[in-house]
């Protein structure tokens, strides 16, 4: 199976799990950070990692890039988004919110917690207009 199979796959099995900050039991609450981090370190992509504890707030009080930080360690810039990469967006002062590519055509989806729909969802991608910021790819 093609490590883009694998990510999209794994990041699937989490549909309709409940949104909770900070968590990270499948079928239980996640949110978007260790969604990430469950899936990339689940697939064996990444090793073990826990970017916790972080405030629920945190990108709206800080320019510090946490969120993107800890995912530049593991993934490059894309400019040609494709499946299982991962899409990042900058709400409040820095970049605070991910998803994994599931599709790009007809339009690219992502899968993501969604604070808002209250668990991990399907959307598309350009629901976010301006605030789109980058597609990343895990590095072979």
């Not at 093609?2 to 900050?21: D, F």
């Not at 991962?86 to 002062?93: I, K």
Request: charged share 25%; net charge negative; with cysteine.
């Amino acid at each position: 199976m093609s490590q883009e199979s694998l990510i999209v796959n794994e990041a699937r099995r989490w549909l309709g799990t409940s949104y909770h900050p900070a968590g990270d039991v499948l079928g239980v609450g996640v949110d978007c950070a260790m969604l990430l981090v469950r899936v990339f370190v689940d697939t064996g992509l990444v090793p073990p990692l826990d970017p916790r504890p972080y405030p629920p707030d945190w990108h709206l009080h800080r320019d510090r890039e946490r969120f993107l930080g800890w995912v530049q360690d593991y993934a490059d810039k894309v400019d040609d988004p494709r499946p299982g990469d991962v899409a990042l967006f900058r709400f409040g002062r820095a970049m605070s919110h991910g998803g994994i590519v599931e599709t790009i055509k007809p339009e690219p989806v992502m899968i993501h917690a969604d604070m808002h729909a209250g668990c991990v969802e399907r959307c598309e991608v350009r629901r976010f207009g301006d605030r789109f910021c980058g597609y990343w790819r895990v590095r072979a």
